[in-house]
């Protein structure tokens, strides 16, 4: 019994430092939290993504707000270099070159810098897309497109910065720099045609009727070598055991283009009266009214 109580007090003690060590341990591992407080940024970031034929356009900016405050000659100094929104530069990119005035502009992503005026602004493509703002040593030779552009005065104001993606078409789009009571348009041409054109060239080597279709439909879409369509999309419905009355609708109309409406108009009843089994009243009235149109030519 002696024996027994003179080994208590160690394993009190042991016991006790354990317990210590442990706690020790737990502590070290523990990160201890401290609230963040979070508050909206003053020119929150906006991003962009727009097909626009074959070209993928993104654009990643900064949107400062007018505030009150005067823009144009005073936030915004005129003649002078601009980051073209706030905080890092704002920042464009192509997945295929594209044109803008007679330049190529490779694809890749490129800062949009501007140079305001009073009525028109200079505005650049810039290679270097990694600047907070402006480059703290500009180079011309980074310089990849500078172009002029009249500047718009809107009737209406635009409280926050805004670039966009406007005018969208097969083969160009407009790049829309707007601000306050100024609309800045930059025309950008694309590589469209060329592009599709070449693709049906590659695709016609072994033609099936889905690709002649298809490359009839886009030469109706964009008025061009129209015989050449007509020869594919009759090629193309001659493959077909049944075509549909979606697909007779673009038949008549590249016969209507070329002006020969009796044909035009033999189709295009065939199309209503499918459309008409099929129950689609849209595909029915557009018949309808082509027939109408058509005849009186």
């Given at each position: 019994m002696k024996n027994n109580l003179l080994f208590l007090p160690l394993i009190i003690i042991t016991f006790t430092l354990t317990s210590?060590?442990?706690?020790?341990t737990k502590d070290s591992n523990e990160v201890e939290v401290v609230p963040q407080i979070q508050t909206p940024a003053p020119s929150p970031t906006a991003k962009i993504e727009q097909k626009v034929g074959?070209?993928?356009?993104?654009?990643?900016?900064?949107?400062?707000?007018?505030?009150?405050?005067?823009?144009?000659?005073?936030?915004?100094?005129?003649n002078?270099?601009?980051?073209?929104?706030?905080?890092?530069?704002?920042v464009i990119s192509f997945s295929t070159s594209v044109k803008i005035d007679e330049t190529t502009v490779p694809?890749?992503?490129?800062?949009?810098?501007?140079?305001?005026?009073?009525?028109?602004?200079?505005?650049?493509?810039?290679?270097?897309?990694?600047?907070?703002?402006?480059?703290?040593?500009?180079?011309e030779n980074k310089?990849?497109?500078?172009?002029?552009?009249?500047?718009?005065?809107?009737?209406?104001?635009?409280?926050?910065?805004?670039?966009?993606?406007?005018?969208?078409s097969n083969?160009?789009?407009?790049?829309?720099?707007?601000?306050?009571?100024?609309y800045v348009p930059v025309k950008v041409n694309l590589p469209t045609a060329d592009l599709v054109m070449k693709s049906i060239k590659e695709a016609l080597k072994t033609p099936k009727s889905s690709d002649l279709y298809k490359a009839a439909v886009y030469l109706l879409q964009e008025n061009r070598e129209l015989?050449?369509?007509?020869?594919?999309?009759?090629?193309?419905?001659?493959?077909?055991?049944?075509?549909?009355?979606?697909?007779?609708?673009?038949?008549?109309?590249i016969y209507a283009a070329l002006e020969d409406y009796e044909n035009a108009i033999a189709i295009a009843k065939v199309s209503l009266e499918k459309s008409i089994k099929a129950g689609n009243s849209d595909y029915e009235k557009m018949n309808l009214d082509s027939i109408e149109n058509w005849g009186k030519m």
């Open positions: 210590c060590m442990n706690d020790v074959l070209t993928d356009v993104a654009i990643q900016y900064a949107r400062p707000s007018v505030r009150n405050r005067v823009v144009y000659g005073n936030l915004v100094p005129y002078k270099l601009w980051r073209t929104g706030a905080n890092e530069n704002s694809a890749g992503k490129y800062s949009i810098y501007t140079i305001p005026g009073v009525d028109s602004w200079d505005v650049i493509l810039y290679s270097d897309s990694n600047n907070w703002g402006l480059p703290s040593e500009w180079d310089v990849i497109v500078k172009t002029k552009v009249s500047s718009m005065e809107l009737p209406f104001k635009v409280e926050s910065f805004q670039l966009s993606i406007d005018n969208v083969n160009s789009f407009t790049l829309g720099i707007a601000w306050d009571h100024v015989e050449k369509a007509k020869s594919w999309m009759n090629q193309s419905l001659e493959m077909m055991e049944d075509p549909k009355f979606y697909q007779l609708r673009q038949q008549s109309l």
